[in-house]
């Protein structure tokens, strides 16, 4: 059979160790700093994002760390304002945008395809492309800061502060440009993700089937992929407002609205935030029944819940602009619109208390984290509650009690299950334990830690300390609550570090861990860990959302089993199979690209355009938007060895 | 203008501010002319119980955080909206409990099962009840409040009589030009950081965002509405007793953001109608002396900046510095109004509030010492 | 949903049709894109109800059709073009391929020349008023996704001068005739916002 053929019957079989040993030598990357460079795994690229997000996460941690001794006690002098300024808008930069987001691409890039029994993503250059390009957005993001001029107007970066008459320096305009730089990897990633979910799960795995942590990621790509452009766009715009005199957001008689930056921000800003739960509360979906030794109450309830929230989740933009003055009668709509939103977080919360409930808990510190995130879930939800009612939210809105709020879904939402999926995924990705007596202490020293330092901010906030302010003034009655937090978040810090200490210790002296330490239900315990570069020796087929648990699972009726170790048989080259979007009935054996330098030149190119952008250096941008138009029309050549091309003739 | 400032090496003022924002019964009260003040002899515990026994730890509670809004709030706005931000934080609280008290439970009703490689699995059944009845139990709570919400909008959404005043107030990096309008464009006039108004009437304010976004928030009297550049918003408030309350700019609007607070002085309407009979008329200049030596180098080092009514000086960039002593504070509420703390303001105003827009005037001290007397006169 | 999966029988090799990835990846880069446009049109309209001077809402009156209504038949004929062109190539016909994409590319090129001189005709600048700064981002935006759209037409007509495509292997012109009527529809938007709305009343 040649490579070139249009079709095939591809053979059935189980997994072998000759196979094996033939499909490493398919897929293998290259040694050396070219096959790091140009390795399109998804395995690699998903760790790199992991790792790449905990960098920026210690960074933005350790921005915090200095602005709470600022605000340990009123008239604190360690920072000047704008010192402070950059500071705080540094750390939601980095937390929401270069942490949050990507922690959990890290995570999807890594076990999307070992959960859906597939051998890579969709297109792999394009996953390769979407970390490179993370990787320079935030370098970009971050060589402002470091020569001094770092963004200072806040994350959410309000016109005509913003504006060049109110902000002279590069500031603003490496945010901009960073920002948008930033939304080409986001983009990137989400098609990919989607595309991914449509084509690459294993035959056998319809829609009902699949993961919550898929329905998670899924829907929080769709949400970026409608989402993105307006921040972009904003972001474009007030770049054009900044050098080249448009008039967009000038309030100063040109005929622009400052508000129209507000809703541009917000129609991307209320999503993202949901983009960067979902995948997280995925995770524990997935991971919390595993120590419950049963399958998740309400599945289709919780997945159907995930999609409500995202679609919901566009509807409620305005609840960020309550203070600005719009009638009444549209702020009764989308405060309506922001309370109900709370129904589908509502089934997720019972979903996982009625699983453990009806289960039967193994300790184990995934477990601490998943259970906890339960509890801070639910204070980040009744806060977002109190702050869709208009009239409180218009004293609660710009107050500490909205800090409190979003670090409670952003820690509570995101890194506690991030934390608990780190203790229950690290034996895949290394094939070693964490520690588990440290894992207790590491939880317990972030879980007191987390609500010493942020739930007393809801107290500081309805005593009226306004956020964003550098220091206040004796007499506020707001040291002794600011001191308690600083406190806390130290704490928490500590906590963080045993994490980063435990994964270090770990890596190399961690007990070993064998395929499925957990003896948990889904594919990506099916194979070896940590996973061989074709993940799977034969394509598994899937016949029910556990796999691996059929054969324990009472009042399963006597029907088809999964076979996580016995299927398609592809070893032509690097292939994978493509199933229909809805059944996941085989329909096209995929011919997957090799590693490639292209995403890389590519990344290269696209940040050397935003690099002009910044330095207004026409020739650069020219010159490098011509090395992204040769670097696609290289990258993407038919290839016949891909059957992108017709056969050569009589071949 | 920002952005290029590279990291200075600020110094600022040392001296506490502890203390020297007067903080006074919300009741309208001072407690230092309380009889009882004089012989409480600075047992100042004893004096606020003897001041107000019944709501001794609400009233503790808002002076000692005096933006505070969940003990402080009254009059036909905040207190119209205080029973809903009590209602959403009852329910709120109760939801957590519930749900800590539901996951304790379901964590430790039964002994834990150690992990081992292969672990028995219990069937994929039972829990649906919990889920349909948490959820039907939290969407009704959910409706309760958006109706409740609704309902305080409305009632909230317009004045309950026609506006008695109406105050213009532009917000400027970082202090507060306010405007009283009037129909006889005589009785109009401007001052700066410092609102009175009259108890037991609707006030109307026009709201404007001189240069960028900031937020006009009374915590005690009403909720924030945004000052933003290019619109005009609109908030109505009413203060139902005599007292002093705090005002802060809650939108973040750059440096100075912090330290841009204000002072709301409600006055009987009596009082009122002679606080403002008396802005009205213009400053008197000083004939001659220290004052008048005073007068002229304040024309000549502020006046370009700052304007005094009834005298030459008329400057708009600044704050209207006019009956400048009748006024509590200064720098946009972070000094008590003291002739120190204004010799020190005038002295170094970049020590105290870094960034702010008033540069430092070259004076002697003794030029300083006379522009602050006659700066004290202006009552 | 199937209970059991079919593992026997022959599959297709390799990119066709649109089981291709890149098909898929091009229907979400639209959706995405799509999605610019629209927040490109919300600003203008957002802006468009707003406080204007007389006269400054469209600037300098209502836009004239002279030359964007043949302009909008000449994009909309290009679409055509490569339609054929996709007609033919499924029918095996690499010739009428190559013409229909080589008739797209001319079209979209002509556009783009006659785009320029409706610029030139402006009597504002991109820094004259927020209408004009609409007017040329949103219209420029447009103008630089036609400009990489006569790219990608023109990379699939040179793939097929080389021959690559037959009636099973044409993936790549169905992924790049995908993105041209994209290119296509969402002009229309642009032109009704435009052209025709302030003929309908929306204007200062």
Redesign the interface.
Known sequence: MTISDYTRAPSVGTEQPELAARLQKIWETAPGIGGWLSTVDHKEIGLRYIVTAFAFLILGGVEALIFRLQLSWSDRHLLNPEQYDQLFTMHGMTMIFLYAGPVLSGFSNYLWPLLLGSRDMALPRLNALSYWIYLFAGIFLYAAFAIGFGPNDGWFNYVPLAARAYNGGPNIDFYALGMILLGISTTVGAVNFVVTFMRMRAPGMSINRVPILIWGTLTASMANIFAIPAVSLAFFLLWMDRNVGTHFFDTAGGGGSALLWQHLFWMFGHPWVYAIVLPAMGMVSDGLPVFCRRPLVGYSAVALATVATMVLGFGVWVHHMFATGLPNISLSFFSAASIIIAVPSAVGVFAWLATIWTGRPVFTTPFLFFSSFILLFTIGGVSGFMTGSVPVDWQLTDTYFVVAHIHYVLIGINVFPVAGAIYFWFPKFTGRMLDERLGRWNFWTMFVGFNLGFFPMHISGLLGMPRRVYTYAEGMGWDWINLISTIGSFVFAAGVLMLIWNVLKSVRSGAMAGDNPWDAPTLEWATSSPPPPYNFVVIPTVQSRHPLWEDRLEGRPDEARSHPHAGLVLEHGREAIGTDPLDAQPDIILKMPGDSYAPLVFAIAVTAIFIGLLLLAWWLVAVAFVGVAATTIVWLWPERALGETREPANG | ??????????H?LDA??????P?RDRFGEPHVEKPAASAADGHTVELHASINPSGNLLWA?SS???????TG?SGAK?G??LP??WG??A??VA??AI??V??A???W??P?????????????????N??W???AV??LA??A??I???K???E??KPPAAPGLVIEVTAH?WWWEVRYLDPDARRIFTTANEIHIPTGTPVQFK?I?G???H?F?I?AL?????M????T??LWLEADKPGTYRG???????????KMAFVVVADTPRDFAAWRSHQIAPDVTPGGGVLASGAAYFRMKCGSCHAVRGSDAAGVLGPDLSHFATRQMIAAG?LANTPQNLSAWIEDPQGIK??NLMQKPELSAEQRGQIVAYLETLK | MADRVALEGTLPVGAIDTRASGWWAMIFVVCTEAALFGYLLFSYFYLAVQPHAPGTFPDSGTPSLTLALPNTIILLASSVAVGWAQFNIQRDDNRRLIIGLAVAVALGIVFLVVQYFEWEQKPFTLSSTAYSSLYFVITGFHMMHVVVGVGVLATVLVWSVLGYFNRVRYAPIHIGALYWHFVDAVWLAVFFTFYITPLLGLRA
């Open positions: 203008m920002r952005g290029g400032v590279p990291w200075p090496a600020d600022y506490s501010i502890a203390g020297m924002f903080l509670a000692l955080a005096p933006l505070n809004y969940v709030a905040a119209e909206t809903l931000t959403v934080i329910i709120s939801v957590m749900i800590a539901l996951l439970l379901a964590i009703r039964r834990g099962i150690a992990r081992a490689p292969r672990m028995a699995v219990g069937p994929d059944e039972g829990g649906a919990f889920l009845i948490g959820v939290s969407t959910l409706l409040t958006i409740w919400t609704v305080v909008l409305a909230i959404g990096q709201l965002g240069d960028v976004i937020s928030w915590p009403s909720g924030k509405t945004d933003i550049p290019g619109q918003n609109e802060q700019c809650s939108e973040y609007c750059g440096l100075e953001h912090a972070v870094p960034g």
